[in-house]
């Protein structure tokens, strides 16, 4: 009877389309299903430049520069994670200087020194040793070289990275200017590209002055 042939009112034509279907979402899913997981789940690093200010210190009248390189939204951990400062921009400076030939070039760690960190664990970050802020007038500037600099309006400071090597043309110093940085942050799962607008204050160290009011800090959109 055609009552007994039929189950949840499909016929076996319908039953055997229906199982086709399934075996090919099965098969679909073997193919396309790990590498989809990989991609939800694998590390997701950035640098957080709206943390510099809380991690970096001024220090002999120094700001030594630390950000934190977070896998905060990562569902797993990021191993051998390095950073390369791909390259500098120069937007709006009144004295450019030459740029240096040798980027990309990694930027060490603030524990241990070095371009590579082992491990950053899911929902964690570690501190990247970024670089420097120097003040060419500072405590320790004489009176009258002080006021020679403000006559000719001379540089106030210099913004430096700390980098895996010590150039033999000499050590990066970005004058007073608005800059575009490149980073390519890359670890054994996954890289991910940050551009950021940098802009050196013309301003002298102050008493009472925070990091920002010398450093401007601009994120652009993400690459991936």
Excluded at 64 to 70: E, G, T, Y
Excluded at 101 to 127: E, K, M, N
Excluded at 154 to 172: K, M
Aim: aromatic letters at 8%; hydrophobic letters at 40%.
């Amino acid at each position: 009877m055609i009552a007994d042939s039929t189950a949840l009112g499909l016929d076996a034509t319908w039953w055997t389309a229906l199982a086709a279907i399934v075996a090919l979402v099965l098969g679909l899913w073997g193919i396309f299903g790990p590498p989809i997981v990989r991609w939800i789940k694998q590390p997701k690093l950035k640098l957080v430049f709206s943390e510099l200010t809380e991690h970096s210190e001024l220090l002999d009248d120094i700001y030594h520069l630390r950000v934190p390189v977070a896998n905060a939204d990562g569902k797993s951990p990021a191993t051998d994670v390095e950073v390369f400062l791909l390259t500098i921009v120069q937007e709006h400076v009144k004295d450019p200087i030459q740029l240096p030939t040798y980027l990309p070039i990694r930027v060490v760690w603030a524990h241990g020194g070095q371009p590579v960190s082992d491990r950053i664990a899911g929902g964690t970050q570690r501190l990247l040793d970024l670089g420097h802020l120097t003040f060419t007038i500072n405590s320790t500037t004489g009176y009258e070289e002080a006021i020679s600099a403000r006559i000719e309006e001379a540089n106030p400071a210099l913004l430096g990275f700390n980098l895996e090597i010590i150039p033999t043309s000499g050590r990066i110093g970005l004058p007073v200017g608005t800059y575009t940085l490149k980073f390519l942050i890359s670890s054994s799962e996954s890289t991910f590209r940050q551009s950021f607008v940098v802009t050196v204050r013309n301003r002298r160290l102050q008493d009472g002055e925070r990091l920002g009011d010398y450093l401007h800090i601009n994120q652009l959109q993400d690459e991936e």
